[in-house]
Each structure stands twice: as structure tokens, then as C-alpha cells.
């Protein structure tokens, strides 16, 4: 019973190609969120949802596009992919938009642009 | 803006002795905070927040944490390290009038045998 799930896992693709990552939480939370772990771990929030709505978009190239079709999914899509978008990407996921509780963590996607 | 820091980037500490890692937070309110573990290939996974309330809180495998508001941190701690607590470790701070958690650069935890 995996409580946040992302896939794939792994993903390696060539630049300017265009590819989606899913995520899905099955701990009925209200929020979920994506974020981007570079090459020396440093964690950068990129969106957030609430029930569907956008609540956070920071400073992200257009090229990513984020579409919540139901507050269980928060599916993630780059177009035009380039060498520098070479990450770990996490879904995560909270209870309320407060997120006194904290974060559940999926495992991440392994994203290689080459 | 909120901010959180980690000052280390790597602590080793022997098996069995005492760990603590640092964090040192940012904010003009009162602070969510949290401790995260990461192991290699894997998920951030919670182990422990202050919210409100008792300035020592205990998490998960053990470790516990102070939050000192007039020093602004939240170190975490355990009494005995294992070698299985080699990890690498994220502090976070969320502002309560703000939507989002801020993560510090991460602290590697090394426990040698």
C-alpha cells in the first residue's frame, strides 16, 4: 500500500523531447505538492495544489506544466526538455494546505535528459 | 522570507556515541518546523515537527529535537547512534502565513562502526 506514487521511477530521454510524471496519493490529503532535488540535494519547491487548485507556482520555466485532474493525482509535464531539467523530482503530499503535519514523500523520478 | 540553514554538510560521529545536527531557522512569526530523513535512492521520510507546545519533541527511531526560539534553532539529536542512522538529513521551516515548507541544503550523517 504505497501512499504517495510516482511513475516512472526512471526516465531518460533526449533534449527537447516531452514527458509527463505521475503522481498519485491514496491518504485522502488535501494537498500536494512537487519538488525538484538537484545534483547536490538541494530541494526546491516548484507547485502545489489544493483540491485542485494552484496555490504555488514558483519561478519554473513555462516549459513545465502541472494539471491535478483530482486532488488524489498531481501529474507533472515538461515540454521541450532540456539538459538542466536533469533532476530528481518528488511528489509529496499533506493533510491540509497548513501543513501542520507535515509531508508523505513519494519515492521520486529519476529524470536523465541527454 | 523564511529561510533555513544547515551549517554543516557532513557529521560523523562513532557508533553508540551522542549525534546532534544543526539547523538554525529564519522566520517573523511563530515556525512549523521539521526534521526529514533521505537514505540513498529514496523518498524524503518524516521523523519529527514542533508546532506548538513542549520545546522537546521525540520523533521516529529515536531521535528527538529542541526547538530554542531565542537561539531560532531546532538540532536534532539521539542519545546513541546506530550505524543504520547514516542518512542524510533535511531541516525544514514553514512560516504558518505562507503555503509552502522550506527545506535546508541537508546535513550527511555518517555513523562509522
Known amino acids: 500500500d504505497t501512499a504517495v506514487s510516482q511513475t516512472p521511477k526512471y526516465l531518460v530521454t533526449q533534449m527537447g523531447n516531452d514527458k509527463s510524471i505521475k503522481c498519485e496519493q491514496n491518504?485522502?490529503?488535501?494537498?500536494m505538492y512537487w519538488y525538484k532535488q538537484d545534483s547536490k540535494k538541494f530541494l526546491k519547491i516548484m507547485f502545489s495544489?489544493?483540491?485542485?487548485?494552484?496555490?504555488i507556482n514558483e519561478t519554473v520555466p513555462n516549459r513545465f506544466s502541472p494539471k491535478s485532474p483530482d486532488k488524489a493525482h498531481l501529474n507533472l509535464h515538461i515540454n521541450s526538455l532540456e539538459l538542466g531539467d536533469s533532476a530528481v523530482y518528488f511528489c509529496a503530499s499533506s493533510p491540509l494546505l497548513t501543513g501542520r503535519e507535515g509531508y508523505t514523500f513519494g519515492s521520486g523520478t529519476r529524470l536523465t535528459v541527454v | 522570507a523564511q529561510s533555513v540553514a544547515q551549517p554543516e554538510d557532513q557529521v560523523n560521529v562513532a557508533e553508540g556515541n551522542p549525534l546532534t545536527v544543526k539547523c538554525t531557522y529564519s522566520v517573523s512569526g511563530n515556525p512549523y518546523l521539521f526534521w526529514y530523513v533521505q537514505y540513498p535512492n529514496r523518498g524524503l521520510q518524516f521523523l519529527l515537527k514542533y508546532i506548538t507546545g513542549d520545546n522537546l519533541v521525540k520523533g521516529s527511531y529515536g531521535f528527538e529535537a529542541e526547538f530554542n526560539k531565542s537561539q531560532t534553532s531546532f538540532h536534532l539529536k539521539k542519545p546513541s547512534a546506530l550505524v543504520s542512522d547514516s542518512a542524510l538529513y533535511f531541516c525544514?521551516?514553514?512560516?504558518?502565513?505562507?503555503?509552502?515548507?522550506?527545506f535546508g541544503k541537508g546535513t550527511r550523517l555518517h555513523i562509522l562502526p
Open positions: 491518504l485522502g490529503h488535501d494537498t
Open positions: 525544514a521551516v514553514r512560516d504558518p502565513r505562507d503555503d509552502k515548507i522550506i
Open positions: 495544489y489544493n483540491n485542485k487548485e494552484l496555490i
